[in-house]
């Protein structure tokens, strides 16, 4: 079965500074992989995904994560955080598309991140 | 705009009571499901559904009832409701086809029994 974890429920990080929120994932096959960011009281919000290609996927918002197959894990980055940043964020990980018709995402529990100005 | 619409935003109901929360979506996707959100726990899946008339159980499906009729439409049903089912609940949906599975959320319906 896939499962996804988030080892950091809270991350905080200074206005102006590179921010990372972890992932890892556990999946037979190659993953599908996807960020999400929910601002409160909102909907989760799609930032970017990754299912083949360049390792570096560059999504909204300027944010980037870099997929590492040998140590299973989809970091979300950016270079320099902004207070508008601050909201949660969930990884998400799926099997291969098998033909199936399922499209099931397994997500995380979410990292709430907090820029601090 | 297109995209996934829920109803109703709040809802507080006594328990015992049931309901119906809606979700429609106006992108033709093919894919529909079901989640909660509690804190602490993420995003767990109570059902989905692969087209209309086809639907099957997530993670926590106990309590709840869904029906896919049409490709636009996917309510979600509390059957008798308990205070273990105050929550938020998401609606989201999917494109088909390989690679697809961006979801679309819709905002949300925040439900509290008492």
């Known amino acids: 079965a896939q499962s996804v974890a988030q080892p950091e429920d809270q991350v905080n990080v200074a206005e102006g500074n590179p921010l990372t929120v972890k992932c890892t994932y556990s999946v037979s096959g190659n993953p599908y992989l996807f960020w999400y960011v929910q601002y409160p009281n909102r909907g989760l919000q799609f930032l970017l995904k990754y299912i083949t290609g360049d390792n570096l996927v560059k999504g909204s918002y300027g944010f980037e994560a870099e997929f590492n197959k040998s140590q299973t894990s989809f970091h979300l980055k950016k270079p320099s955080a902004l207070v508008s940043d601050s909201a949660l964020y969930f990884c998400a990980v799926r099997e291969p598309y098998s033909g199936a018709g399922s499209y099931q995402l397994t997500f995380g529990k979410g990292t709430k991140l907090s820029v601090i100005p | 705009n297109a995209g996934v619409t829920q109803t109703p935003k709040f809802q507080v109901l006594k328990t015992g009571q049931s309901m119906t929360l809606q979700c429609a979506q106006d992108?033709?996707?093919?894919?529909m499901s079901w989640y909660r959100q509690d804190p602490g726990m993420g995003l767990r899946l109570i059902h989905y559904s692969v087209g209309a008339g086809i639907t099957d159980q997530g993670e926590v499906p106990n309590g709840y009832n869904v029906s896919r009729s049409t490709t636009e439409d996917f309510p979600l049903r509390l059957l008798s409701a308990a205070p273990s089912q105050t929550s938020v609940y998401f609606c989201?949906?999917?494109?088909?086809?390989?690679?697809?599975?961006?979801?679309?959320f819709g905002s949300g319906t925040r439900l509290t029994v008492v």
């Open positions: 992108m033709n996707h093919e894919y």
């Open positions: 989201a949906s999917s494109p088909p086809g390989l690679g697809a599975g961006g979801y679309t």
